[in-house]
């Protein structure tokens, strides 16, 4: 990864620390996203001394709302000449129903509406590598439909579940995505579960109905492990991001263990891609 720019969104902590930190141990020159200045700077502190490598920045922004996505595209196209990978993978667990500033649900917004808007802000700072790559994060478990009537939960929120619509939809976008642009490869991974931030603040009531017997269960599988897990869990990011065997391959998925695997129905039905596109594009640019 030697003189390859990579963009991690949301590597202050979890996955995207690891996988910022694989990368900068491969010796890329890494720039990290996070929210807060100073849980960045730390990261960047970590990031650097334990992998060597001093080519490693900072950009912040709360990705829930817009004008931070276009501010911080604008910040990255002002001081990189280039992007050869972008991983997407900032992501949001909402315990309730929040719309943010811009009016959108607040998963949807960080799990949909902040890839797209990202990956296509940063189309030509892509366009200008050699070989450039754009993975995406996925959830859990994939559900069987993309519920078009409740994209924002309007009708109703329910934890978890709400998470996983969101993330689906977000496959449903990138897969699409992928279709429509062959100059850029745009793939989508699983990273596994991982003791994280997020996962530890899963509470009882995010969860369906019968897992909340087992709740102490869930508890003690992301209790806290300095970070093993979620090192795991980038595998797949990493893979994506690095390895020569996935040069020029698009519009696929990845499980955990780096090993392609089949989309369903629900992610390439055409008529939800293209009625799902035209949604997101009117939510991200106002079209
Ligand atoms: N952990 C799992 O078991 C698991 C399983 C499947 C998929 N994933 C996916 O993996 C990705 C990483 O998650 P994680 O488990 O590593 O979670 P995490 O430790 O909570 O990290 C999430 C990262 O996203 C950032 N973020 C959250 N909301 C943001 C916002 N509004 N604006 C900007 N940055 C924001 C956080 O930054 P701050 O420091 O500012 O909070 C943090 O750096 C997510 O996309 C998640 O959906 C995780």
Known sequence: MQNKIVLVTGATSGIGFQTALALANMGAQVIITGRSHSSGESAVAEIKAAS???????????????????????????????????????????????LTVDG???????????PFLLTHLLMDSLKASTSPRVITLMGGDVPAKLDMDNLQTERSFDGLNSYSQSKLAMMVLMYEFAQRE???TINVCYPGQASTNMTRSV???????????????????????????????????VY????????????????????????????????????????????????
């Open 182 to 184: 062959k100059d850029v």
């Open 240 to 287: 994506l991001a690095s390895s020569p065997e996935v040069k020029g391959v698009t519009g696929k998925y990845f499980d955990t263990n780096c090993k392609e695997a089949a989309w369903s129905f629900a992610v390439t039905d055409a008529a939800v891609r293209s009625t799902l596109w035209k949604f997101v594009e009117q939510a991200a640019f106002h079209k």
């Open 52 to 98: 060597g490598n001093s080519k490693v920045d900072l950009l912040t922004g709360d990705l829930s709302a817009q004008a931070n996505v276009r501010s911080l595209a604008g910040q990255f196209k002002a001081r990189y000449e280039r992007l050869d990978v972008l991983i997407n993978n900032a992501g949001l667990a909402a315990s309730e129903r929040k």
């Open 104 to 114: 959108i649900e607040s998963n949807f917004a960080v799990n949909v509406v902040t």
């Open 203 to 237: 509470t009882p009531e995010m969860l369906p109905g019968f897992m909340r017997f087992i709740f102490p269960l869930f508890k003690f599988m992301v209790r806290d492990d300095d970070g093993k897990s979620a090192a795991k869990a980038s595998r797949s990011s």
